[in-house]
């Protein structure tokens, strides 16, 4: 696998939307750390989105309690800290939505629904950091094969669409 993230791709179906596909790469080191600063500017200036409905939910039925299954859940979410738009907007190449194979533009993907752009984001937060979803055996074992190679990813890169899991 090269070092240059724009030659790692990988294309997909929409699954909410068969036989549309997408078409991903990874992510540089430059956009991931954007998509963590957009989250970090957006936290601070107190409009942190995500999974903000799902914590005041709990909030109000169990108070705030540290070990509450639902914030270990939140916790164990590859995409906490990371901007889905600047994530999407930064790794989406192409899909099968345009005639003419041009990227999406910034407004087409400020359009998609939610499960639409959280499956994207996961896509290429996959394809960019594939430790973010191994569990924590994984990588004890990966650590204990002495692999210790966290860039290999966890799905096909095949060209042909697949579905994301």
């Known amino acids: ?6 030659e790692v791709q990988a294309t997909a179906t929409v ?3 068969p036989p549309h596909t997408f078409t991903f790469r990874k992510l540089t080191g430059r956009e991931l750390e954007k998509a963590q600063g957009d989250h970090l500017v957006a936290f601070m200036g107190g ?9 005041l939910r709990r909030i ?4 705030t309690a540290a070990n509450d299954a639902s914030v270990r859940d939140a916790l164990a979410d590859p995409l906490l800290g990371f901007d889905r738009y600047s994530i999407v907007k930064a790794g989406l190449v192409s899909w099968s939505y345009s005639q003419n ?4 533009k910034a407004e ?3 359009d998609l629904d939610d499960e639409a752009v959280d499956l994207m984001a996961r896509a290429i937060l996959k394809l960019s950091k594939p430790a973010l979803f191994m569990t924590a055996e994984e990588r004890e074992d990966a650590k204990k094969n002495g692999s210790g190679d966290f860039t290999k990813p966890l799905m096909e890169t095949a060209p042909s669409p697949s579905p994301i899991s």
Not at 1 to 6: T, Y
Not at 47 to 55: D, N, V
Not at 60 to 63: A, F, N, S, V
Not at 101 to 104: A, F, S
Request: cysteine-free.
């Open 1 to 6: 696998m090269s070092i240059f993230a724009h």
């Open 15 to 17: 699954p909410q939307d």
């Open 47 to 55: 409009h942190s989105p995500r999974l903000w409905a799902g914590s």
């Open 60 to 63: 109000l039925e169990h108070g």
């Open 101 to 104: 194979g041009d990227k999406p």
């Open 108 to 110: 087409q993907i400020d």
